[in-house]
């Protein structure tokens, strides 16, 4: 069973390898992403965090105007 995992590891490897290096535009399209990407959760993680303190500013009795 080992042997057999680590045979598929090697496998996998190899194929990343035969795509290394990657193409300019490929690198370019990746990062584009990834920047849409992290922007995203970040902006998700923030609004959740306000949202948390908006409640719990509220739940102690407090107001806060929109």
């Known amino acids: 069973m080992l042997d057999e995992l ?5 496998r996998k490897k190899a194929r990343l390898d ?3 290096p ?3 535009d490929a ?3 990746l990062q584009k992403h ?3 990407e992290l922007t995203y ?3 998700a ?3 959740a965090r306000d ?3 908006h409640r719990a500013w509220r739940h102690r009795g407090r107001q806060v105007s929109s």
């Open 6 to 10: 680590i045979d598929g590891i090697a």
């Open 18 to 20: 035969r795509l290394r």
């Open 22 to 24: 990657l193409r300019a």
């Open 27 to 29: 690198v370019a399209q």
């Open 34 to 36: 990834y920047d849409v």
């Open 41 to 43: 959760t970040s902006n």
């Open 45 to 47: 993680t923030d609004a």
């Open 51 to 53: 949202r948390r303190g």
